[in-house]
């Protein structure tokens, strides 16, 4: 007896394609990565930065103002996708490894993205980051933990 499990391809793909846009491999996979009214949430997102995002232009707009951090993403590692009731939605576990380009220190950070993909694009993004990594690695911890004070 045979067990045959019904994967949507469809979540899995576009976490491909994100994962190849974030790379840099695949600049021209952007444009058609997201829905236009995708939502895009970050519960975790470092202080002074948007938690929410409604469309894709909105994301564009604040992606355009992140490209001159100082960091080169290098590879996804430890990925361990998980399927889950609903056929358009996985959870993602992964390490982002990335190089800080202004001081060469390899670092990388643990993160977890809840993916919805309708119709060949995401619709909706929840990705939950390890902060303080991310902030130890670009060398912004002082300032990251200064801006978490409560009045």
Do not use: C, K
Not at 20 to 37: I, K, R
Not at 50 to 69: C, H, N, V
Not at 76 to 93: L, M, Q, S
Not at 108 to 119: E, G, K, T, W
Request: aromatic share 8%.
């Amino acid at each position: 007896m045979s067990l045959s499990v019904n994967i949507n391809r469809a979540p899995r793909d576009a976490y491909a394609r994100f994962q190849a846009v974030l790379l840099g491999n695949a600049p021209e996979l952007a444009e058609d990565l997201y829905a236009e009214d995708v939502v895009i949430e970050l519960p975790f997102a470092r202080p002074g930065m948007p938690r929410r995002f409604e469309g894709r232009e909105a994301f564009r707009s604040f992606t355009a103002g992140q490209a001159s951090l100082p960091v080169r993403f290098d590879g996804f590692r430890n990925v361990v996708i998980h399927d889950t009731a609903d056929p358009e939605v996985i959870i993602a576990e992964y390490d982002l490894a990335g190089t800080v380009t202004t001081t060469n220190r390899q670092a990388s950070a643990s993160f977890i993205l809840v993916l919805q993909v309708r119709d060949g694009r995401i619709v909706h993004l929840r990705e939950y980051q390890n902060v303080l990594g991310i902030a130890a690695a670009l060398g912004q911890l002082p300032e990251s933990l200064a801006g978490t004070e409560h009045p």
